[in-house]
């Protein structure tokens, strides 16, 4: 089926046996032992340990690492959209790539350590003849998301009915069919968001932190589980809606707390890795975004309990390309050809020329050909699109989209202050001098703005502070300048008005 996991293909050479994996000097380690002793060698060689991790290198990840040193199960406690599921994944990157099993063992038995007790009689019948097989550290990671309908089976394991029809008897231990824990053994499992799990299922738990053994229906099976077991849970369910039980949260070694982004570059960081562009965003409209998650996060409209996810502002970024993207659809824009030049058409990919001398910058040689490019005012949709991501105060209902667009306006002005501040702005305050007006908005092309806007005195300069580089497409010029005449209105030195029609119209204020 083409849905079903790729099952990674062991490399030739590997031990088949039990006797060609002792003698090649093979020894047994427990998962955590695994894990300490690959982690300090990553450290010893200065290698990155946890992979796509954005802003927890000073604060979340010394604590997972030291965790991890201790042999410490561990619950990670964090608002959604904190990338706590990311991070307890990543996990497996620090376990051995390939590992021996015992073939056919349904828990992942170490040919050295087989604890059910069928394992043991094979491995003392067939010897060192005992054929071994290998497992790739990606089949060696369990997830379950806590559900109030998660059930004991599924975690631990239940009496299979067929067995018994088969004519075993309840004394046998061959009857149990085991769940995703054991399962999991000799691995890393995690429960996610642990609170929403019954209290009666949690209690399932508890031998399996301490005493490393289960329970199934009156069954007392010593079984020496190894593995690392990683929760998460919301600080919030942790203490009110649901919530972990005593005995279980005092059988964690280590309890993290998880964060959003502290600093603006890190929640830009986030953005760039994790966001599925379909347009290109200017780094300056992504940085409106960004402040403008953070604003929202930061809000007293907003409800602090709920948190405000980094996926706000992932999603966001993808929203505004794909408005871009529309936009370029619409107009029929198409990649142009540096020979036209000469020709004006109305698409949002088209080559513009004019004097190379020139200080305006849009004339400063030819627009090279591109695809859509998101501006500032593509993100007035976010407002609307998002708030569902979004909790707010009792307080603010009917008002949501308004305190989004209080929020985003301040998001845009403080990026045009940390972005332009000290520029000469005044040739764009020139162009509606004697009651003209620029017209821009969500179907305005950017070879229709760049006409209105012609030669603008300083342009290059905007467009190198905003990164745009010497030689911008149509579409990156379009984007500086719609950021300025913005930001112009936002500092209260532009009036802007919306037509019926929905185009933006930037004049002299009044």
């Known amino acids: 089926m083409s849905g079903s996991p790729v099952v990674p293909v062991p490399p030739a050479g590997l031990p088949g046996t039990l006797g060609a994996l002792r003698a090649a000097g093979h020894r047994y380690r427990t998962v955590k032992q695994e894990l300490r002793e690959n982690l300090t060698a990553r450290m010893r060689r200065g290698e990155p340990r946890f992979t796509g991790i954005v802003g927890y290198d000073d604060t979340v990840l010394p604590e997972v690492e030291r965790a991890l040193l ?111 824990v054991p399962r999991t053994n000799r691995g890393i499992f995690a429960v996610n968001e642990l ?10 738990l508890l031998n399996v932190l301490e005493e490393r053994d289960i329970q199934v229906r009156g069954y007392q099976l010593r079984l020496p589980l190894d593995l690392l077991l990683v929760a998460s849970a919301n600080p919030e369910d942790y203490t009110n809606r649901g919530r972990i039980i005593t005995p279980l949260k005092d059988r964690f070694g280590a309890e993290i707390r998880t964060h959003y982004p502290t600093e603006l570059e890190l929640e830009l960081a986030l953005i760039r890795q994790e966001a599925d562009l379909v347009a290109e965003v200017p780094e300056h409209v992504l940085e409106v975004l960004a402040r403008f998650a953070r604003a929202v996060r930061e809000s007293p409209s907003v409800d602090p309990r709920s948190g405000v996810s980094a996926r706000f502002a992932i999603a966001a970024a993808e929203t505004v390309a794909a408005a871009a993207l529309r936009r370029a659809s619409l107009l029929g ?30 004339n400063r040689g030819p627009f090279l050909s591109s695809d859509a490019v998101a501006r500032v005012g593509d993100a007035v949709s976010v407002t609307s699109t998002l708030r569902g991501k979004v909790e707010f105060e009792s307080g603010e209902e009917g008002r949501e ?7 985003l306006r301040t998001a845009t002005a403080e990026t045009f202050r940390a972005r332009l501040a000290g520029l000469d702005l005044s040739g764009f305050t020139a162009l509606v001098e004697d009651g003209q007006a620029i017209e821009t908005g969500e179907l305005v092309s950017a070879a229709e703005l760049l006409r209105q806007v012609g030669t603008v005195p300083g342009l290059a300069k905007v467009l190198d502070r905003l990164g745009l580089g010497d030689a911008p497409s149509p579409g990156q010029a379009a984007a500086g300048i719609e950021f300025v005449l913005e930001g112009l209105h936002l500092s209260r030195r532009l009036g802007k008005d919306v037509t019926d029609s929905g185009r933006t119209r930037y004049g002299g204020r009044d």
């Open 195 to 204: 609170p929403d799990l019954a209290e009666r299922i949690q209690v399932a």
């Open 333 to 362: 824009a198409v990649p142009a050809e540096p020979s036209s030049a000469s020709s004006a058409s109305s698409g949002e990919a088209e080559v513009l020329s004019g004097d190379p001398s020139s200080t305006a910058g849009v």
């Open 401 to 407: 989209i308004e305190v989004l667009g209080h929020l």
């Open 70 to 180: 201790a042999g410490h199960d561990m619950v990670l406690l964090g608002e959604r959209g904190q990338g706590k599921t990311r991070l307890i994944r990543s996990l497996v990157t620090l376990l051995d790539e390939w590992t021996p099993v015992i073939a056919g063992s349904v828990l992942n038995e170490h040919p050295l350590h087989p604890v059910t007790p069928a394992s043991r009689a094979l491995v003392a019948e067939a010897g060192d003849d005992l054929p071994v097989g290998w497992l790739h550290r990606s089949m060696r990671y369990g997830e379950k998301l806590a559900t109030p309908d998660t059930s004991v089976g599924d975690l631990i394991g239940d009496v299979d009915p067929i067995r018994l029809a088969q004519g075993r008897t309840l004394g046998d231990p061959e009857t149990i069919h085991f769940g995703l």
